[in-house]
Structures are given as C-alpha cells and as structure tokens.
C-alpha cells in the first residue's frame, strides 16, 4: 500500500477436468489489481484497475470455442433489477439491445433503500479485440461480461501472453453518460508528460 495506490497480484489456475486423475491445468492467469486515492467514502467515488496476463500451461494450443459467456463478468446488487437496474454502453446501447455488440465502456446504475450507485467497466484499447464483445442479461437482474470469445473461436499458443486491462470506475448517484466517458478517457488516453532540454541561453 502507498499514498498513490494499493496493489496485490494473485495467481489463478483453469484447469480441464475432463482431463484424468483429477484434471489438468490449461491455462495460467495473473491478476495485478490497484486501487487508487482517488476519492473514497467522503468523495462518493472509487476506481481500481485489474490487469490480467493469461499464458497456456502446457505444450499444447489451448482452442477457446466462440461462446456468449467468458471473460470478465460483473454481477450486480440482488436490488439491482427490472426497473431498478439501468444500463449504458458507449455506443447507446441498453439491457434490451446491448447483448452481443461491442463497446468501450459499459456503465450500470441501481438503487439499495433508495440509494442509486453507479459503476463503469471500460476495456483498454490495447486489449485484443478492442473494443470487446458484451454479454448482457435484457431482463431480471444485473449481470454483464466483457467477452471477447463471442467474436469468434480463439487459439492461445504456448508461449504468447494475452494481457486484458479493466478499470472499474464506481461513483454514487445515477449514470451519468458524460461521466462514464470521461472515466473511459482517463484510463485509455492519459495526459502524458514530456520533458524537453531547454535551449541555452544566449550570452
């Protein structure tokens, strides 16, 4: 932990349980979360990043199937459903027509005693298949994936590492369309610093 951020990485492994003696692992995935200053209680306002690294475990190509699910997901608050559950994409896309498109940024609001809260999923623009394909419930309760498998079959090959950025971007209060773009923003395109010598001075 630190004045900027807090940070913890966690190893996962996936393993094929059709495989014998208990099943064998296929796939490596490394988790590099940072939750930074940024607000917190008083301000309403709290944003973590999570960088994903997956890498085949074994010789052999692992064949991820196209497939609606997979990938991130997000489930919401048991509260969060029907008319108490609303949801954007950055292309205008909503629960009843946003399943299967693709978006930046995805952004879903719902209210507990009465209390809405927001929170904005965006996907980096150097992940593959940027920007990712969405799975999304159209009716009942909150539930969204990024899923980029949904674009197609998927081959990850010994040796290749495939790194997927997330930043979750949670405020309190209703979506807010210009928020959730702005939180996008940050994340994709920060300011960047660059320094230059200055020219001597003349005599």
Partial sequence: SGPVYGRFKARHEFVDVTQPAGGKVALNEIWDVRL???GGPKAGLW???LASTHRCATESPLLLLEYRYGGLGFRGAKEWKDSNYV???SEGKTKKDG???R???CAQSGAIDGKWSTVVISCHPSNERFPENMRIWDSGGAFFSYSPVQAGDWTFKPGETHVFRYRFYIHEGQLDKEVAERAWADFAEPPQVKLEAAAPAKA
Wanted: net charge neutral.
């Fill in 36 to 38: 930074w200053a940024a």
């Fill in 47 to 49: 944003v973590f990043d």
């Fill in 87 to 89: 949801l954007l994409t």
């Fill in 99 to 101: 399943h299967g498109t």
């Fill in 103 to 105: 978006a930046r940024w």
